[in-house]
């Protein structure tokens, strides 16, 4: 069973960065795409940034020039930079992996890691 593991949430002042990291085990295969999500209060779940093996990057437009994400050396991991974050940027923080060359391209997700930004 493939789980992804999320750590790096925090509280944070307006402004300030914070790291997170995503890891996966139990998949022999490349987890290809991943990315993060992130859902705020009474808001459905956005996709914030994907990447993909190749290192083929895309971000949403509220994120884009602040945040950068990149695959670790270690395989099937992710990172999210966030930098100058805003109040808004606050929601619950989702890694998403899917194994697209398997039948049916699985989806797979982290329990979430919170981020909290105070002006």
């Known amino acids: 069973q493939v789980q992804l593991v999320e750590s790096g949430g925090g509280l944070v002042q307006a402004g300030g960065s914070l790291r997170l990291s995503c890891a996966a085990s139990g998949s022999i295969f490349t987890i290809n795409p991943m990315g993060w999500y992130r859902q705020a209060p009474g808001k459905q779940r956005e996709l914030v940034a994907g990447?993909?093996?190749?290192?083929?990057?895309n971000y949403a437009d509220s994120v884009m020039g602040r945040f950068t994400i990149s695959r670790g050396n270690a395989k099937n991991t992710v990172f999210l930079q966030m930098n100058s974050l805003k109040d808004e940027d606050t929601a619950v923080y989702y890694c998403?992996?899917?194994?697209?060359?398997?039948?049916?391209?699985?989806?797979?997700w982290g329990q979430g890691t919170q981020v909290t930004v105070s002006s």
């Open positions: 998403h992996g899917q194994i697209a060359t398997m039948p049916g391209s699985p989806n797979f």
């Open positions: 990447i993909t093996s190749g290192g083929r990057t």
